[in-house]
């Protein structure tokens, strides 16, 4: 399994305008239906986890990340039987 360069990840989310954090779920957290007013960042780190945008649905693979677009209503749901975590960033914060 490929390393995941955190500090690189941060520096380039930076450098583009958004946040950087991370987000530990425990198994089967569902969070349905967000909505913000700002463009999303998103990476799975570690874990099963499904992104659906306008009802669409996916499961990005480690370490891809996905835009989800301001006003986009999404829902993130781990999926695994054990911990997930994954990268979020904000635009313009």
């Known amino acids: ?6 500090q690189a990840i941060q520096k380039d989310w ?4 958004f946040s950087f954090a991370v987000w530990t779920d425990p198994p089967g957290q569902v969070w349905e239906n967000y909505v ?5 960042l998103f990476l799975v780190l570690e874990g099963n986890v499904e992104l659906e945008m306008q009802g669409k649905k996916s499961c990005p ?4 990340e996905v835009l989800i677009p301001a006003k ?8 695994s039987d ?8 904000y635009f313009g914060r």
Request: glycine share 8%; proline share 3%.
């Open 72 to 79: 986009t209503v999404h829902s993130v749901r781990n999926l």
């Open 82 to 89: 054990s911990t997930s975590r994954w990268l979020y960033g």
């Open 36 to 40: 913000h007013d700002t463009d999303e």
């Open 1 to 6: 399994m490929t390393a995941i360069n955190l």
């Open 14 to 17: 930076k450098a583009r305008g």
């Open 61 to 64: 693979p480690r370490g891809k």
